[in-house]
């Protein structure tokens, strides 16, 4: 089984709809983050959450926000879609530190979303 | 702040032949690198890391040492493969907040 799912993974909606995307861990890692990717930009931070009662804001946060339900969920939502939210959306984790090496960071399989 | 500057793809190869793609990187303190893979509808993969100046981070055939000096971490294979066909990404980790800062990824395609 997949450590880090996310759901959808394909999903197609209009512009102005509310959209959740979601995603589970079973890493048993603190550390959560949401990506999006396109084409020729690499992957921008969207949010982060450090732990349950932290989250915060990355580098392209306008238009979405995230919600973690607990330490294994981590929900991103585009509270009004436009057509420029189209994009391949990532989910990641990472554990928070001790003999691990920082800033591992283990993703999902990615939730394309198409805003029309 | 950071940043992470890769060469720019798309990178056409035959197979067997040798691979490098050029990582550079800005950054204070000692940072964390890694190369990721992206396979054609899939997540990302960590393909490599290094986590203090001249480690060599390898795997599956492919290479790469942290050079301080030139603050660089390019990834080398020495004969690519029709399945090595993906998008590579470079990354770097730093700070206390453990975030990652990506480069913006180089598709190599292999050809037979």
């Known amino acids: 089984d997949a450590d880090v799912t996310q759901t959808p993974r394909n999903r197609i909606t209009k512009t102005g709809k509310r959209i959740m995307l979601e995603c589970s861990q079973t890493k048993g890692h603190d550390r959560m983050y949401w990506y999006r990717q396109d084409p020729g930009l690499g992957l921008r931070l969207i949010y982060y959450s450090f732990d349950v009662k932290d989250i915060n804001k990355g580098e392209i946060s306008d238009g979405y926000s995230v919600s973690r339900q607990a330490q294994a969920k981590f929900s991103l939502s585009l509270e009004s879609a436009i057509p420029n939210q189209t994009a391949l959306y990532f989910c990641?984790?990472?554990?928070?530190?001790?003999?691990?090496?920082?800033?591992?960071?283990?993703f999902g399989p990615g939730t394309r979303l198409t805003v029309l | 702040g950071n940043s992470v500057t890769q060469m720019e793809g798309p990178v056409t190869l035959s197979e067997e032949a040798f691979l490098t793609i050029n990582c550079t990187y800005t950054a204070t303190g000692y940072p964390s690198l890694f190369w990721y893979v992206q396979y054609p509808g899939e997540g990302l993969q960590l393909l490599l890391k290094a986590t203090k100046a001249d480690d060599k981070g390898s795997n599956k055939g492919f290479e790469a040492t942290y050079r301080k000096e030139t603050t660089s971490f390019h990834l080398e294979k020495g004969s690519v493969q029709v399945s090595d066909s993906a998008v590579y990404f470079c990354?770097?980790?730093?700070?206390?907040?453990?975030?990652?800062?990506f480069g913006k990824g180089t598709l190599l395609t292999v050809n037979p």
């Open positions: 990641a984790t990472s554990d928070a530190g001790g003999s691990v090496i920082p800033n591992e960071q283990f």
């Open positions: 990354a770097l980790g730093g700070g206390s907040n453990y975030k990652l800062t």
